[in-house]
């Protein structure tokens, strides 16, 4: 899996790189067929700005921004809603594929 933090106009530090990276590596536990994952920080306007982009199979792509006064808040709502967006798509998917076998041969007995 392939991770990348990215920032524009600004320089990134150890303990936001490592604050990034700790927060990006929870995301396999929710869906496992994640790919590559893309943090990209910037600083403009006084504001802080998070954006994850986190690309799995089968052309799914997850994307989430925010932008607050602190950096590490910025990057804690910009992954919560990525993890909404995975847990939405997860549960789709899951709806999708219907009961599995062994529940419809109960049915019928």
């Known amino acids: 899996m392939n991770v ?8 990134v530090t150890d303990a936001i790189r490592d604050y990034g990276e700790t927060k990006l590596a929870k995301l396999p536990r929710f869906y496992n067929k ?5 943090m990209i920080l910037d600083f403009e306007a006084e504001k ?4 994850v982009v986190v690309t799995a199979k089968r052309k799914a792509t997850f994307v989430g ?3 607050n006064d602190d950096m590490y808040a910025a990057i804690d709502q910009a992954v919560h ?3 909404q967006q995975i847990r ?3 549960d789709r998917v899951r709806d ?3 009961p599995p076998h062994e529940a419809l041969k109960r049915e019928t007995l």
């Open 4 to 11: 990348e933090i990215k920032a524009r106009h600004m320089d």
């Open 34 to 38: 994640i790919q590559s994952m893309e």
């Open 48 to 51: 802080a700005l998070a954006e």
């Open 65 to 67: 921004s925010e932008r």
């Open 81 to 83: 809603k990525v993890e």
């Open 88 to 90: 939405r798509h997860k």
């Open 96 to 98: 999708h594929q219907g």
